[in-house]
Structures are given as C-alpha cells and as structure tokens.
C-alpha cells in the first residue's frame, strides 16, 4: 500500500519554466490538497480538491494551476516559476465521510527555481 | 478563519529533560479535529495524534502526552525523558470539515532539539 505518492522527489528550474508536480494516492480517498512548506512558514494551503472535479483555492493559489484528473491523481502546475516558489511541496489526501478529518502525506517535493 | 499558534519557534533540551509543546487555536466551528505532526530531519510528516473537539480526555502514549484544554484553546504536547530521536519539528494543526473537504490549518512549528 503505498498511500500518497508524489513525483518528482527534487526540480530545479530555472526563472520562467513550467513544470508540473503529480499527486496520486491508493486509498480512494475523495479530497486532495497541495501544501508548499517554506522555513519559519508551516504548511500553507496552496490547492485543494473536495471531490473528483472540483477544485478550489487555498491560502497561497498565486502562480498555481491544479487539475483533478480522476479521483486518485491530482497535479499541480507551474506555469512560469519564480524564485518566490522556492519550497517544499506536500500533497495530501482525507477522506470527508470518515472520523477523522486526517490527511495522508506524501513524502514531498522539493522545488528549487532559480 | 482558523489559525493556529506555536508561539515556541525552537526549543532544546538535554537527553532526559521533560519539555512541552504549546499550541493554541482558534476557529469558530463546534466540530473540529486537532493534530500532530512530527516532521523529522528526513522531511516526511509522521501522524502523532488526532483529537475532536467533543473529547477533552487527555492521552498518554508511551513517553508522548496530550493535554486538551477548550477552557484556553490550548493543546499541549508533552515529551517526558527526551531522546535524541524526538529532535524534529512539531506541527500542531486544526481541520475543520467545510465545502466538503477537510482543511488542514498549520501552525508554524516548533524545532525541537535534544542534546545528547
């Protein structure tokens, strides 16, 4: 069972690139989120997605695209990278009918732009 | 809005010490869930504990202790007789269930050191 898997592992791009991070989890879980971890920061909401075909913005969705492309993948876009997305990039998925209100994580993703 | 507060931005102790995380939240909500997360050197986030806000019942497990207070919004984590291994940063975090999704709201964690 491999729960949340997020690929790649390390980018670095330069100023201006595109590239998209993929999200994909086993658990047939109905929500999915993208958070970005910056030092001293926490976690911030970047994307989320409550069901398979909707999606919604979170704390920080400047400079994000995000498609939910079935219920068990959703992927995140930068279209032109900046210096300023610099982060570590975390998705997650719950599942909203059950007790919890838990989310799974990936391992993360980090981004470097220079 | 929610928020979460972990006025503790680094702490460190020595190997044995007791040492307590404080985290404080807000939200407006009757029904939420509050969290844990420990995030080691490696970088993943480890699921610690979970409580709902209808269950004040402090929890033990093994040297790690919660203490749930509503009175204060206050949920405290308590690592007795520290290990070297318990160095990481602690996220506390509330979720609240609206728009049909879970959303998870950090605080900015507390960087914990425990010297051999």
């Known amino acids: 069972n491999a729960g949340v898997t997020q690929t790649p592992k390390f980018q670095v791009l330069k100023t201006g690139q595109s590239m998209t991070l993929q999200c994909a989890q086993d658990?047939?879980?109905?929500?999915m989120y993208w958070y970005r971890q910056d030092p001293g920061m926490g976690l911030r909401l970047i994307y989320y997605s409550a069901s398979e075909g909707t999606t919604d913005k979170g704390e920080v969705p400047n400079g994000y695209n995000v498609s939910r492309l079935n219920k068990r993948e959703f992927s995140l876009r930068l279209e032109s990278a900046a210096p300023s997305q610099t982060s570590v990039y975390f998705c997650?998925?719950?599942?909203?009918?059950?007790?919890?209100?838990?989310?799974?994580f990936g391992e993360g993703s980090r981004l470097t732009v220079l | 809005a929610q928020k979460v507060t972990q006025a503790q931005t680094e702490i460190s102790v020595v190997e044995k010490e007791d040492v307590t995380l404080d985290c404080v939240y807000e939200t407006r909500d009757t029904t939420y869930y509050l969290f844990w997360y420990k995030q080691p050197p490696s970088g993943e986030l480890v699921f610690l504990i979970r409580?709902?806000?209808?269950?004040?019942q402090n929890e033990i497990s093994g040297r790690y202790s919660w203490n749930f207070q509503k009175s204060t919004s206050s949920f405290n984590f308590t690592i007795t007789a520290s290990q070297v291994v318990d160095s990481a940063v602690y996220f506390c975090a509330l979720s609240t269930a609206g728009a049909g999704s879970y959303q998870l709201t950090f605080g900015k964690g507390t960087k914990l050191s425990v010297i051999p």
């Open positions: 997650a998925s719950s599942e909203v009918g059950g007790y919890t209100g838990e989310l799974f």
């Open positions: 409580r709902n806000s209808f269950d004040e």
């Open positions: 658990m047939n879980h109905n929500s």
